[in-house]
């Protein structure tokens, strides 16, 4: 698929283009009268927040993920000090 093809994702990784489809949401009558006083795409501010959402998970998931690797990286500067630290000049 060629560049114009192509969509960056909520967490910045290649997707192919998907087309839009029609989706049924539930907001608050308050928060779609404001918006539209205030001409707020409402599609859009849906898939942006929907794309933070996901990223959001994205990132705590992997922190999950690699939490023992993060420990065992700050564990192992903790008793060894920063690789190269006698090369640093400040």
Do not use: Y
Request: aromatic residues 2%; positive net charge.
């Amino acid at each position: 698929m060629g560049e114009r093809g192509r969509i960056r994702g909520a967490a910045g990784a290649d997707q192919a283009d998907d087309t839009k489809r029609p989706t049924n949401v539930s907001l608050s009558r308050r928060l779609l009268a404001e918006a539209r006083e205030h001409d707020i795409n409402i599609s859009r501010a849906c898939e942006q927040g929907l794309a933070r959402q996901i990223a959001e998970s994205r990132a705590r998931k992997w922190l999950e993920e690699n939490a023992a690797a993060i420990q065992s990286s700050n564990d192992h500067v903790a008793a060894h000090g920063l690789p190269l630290a006698r090369h640093r000049r400040f």
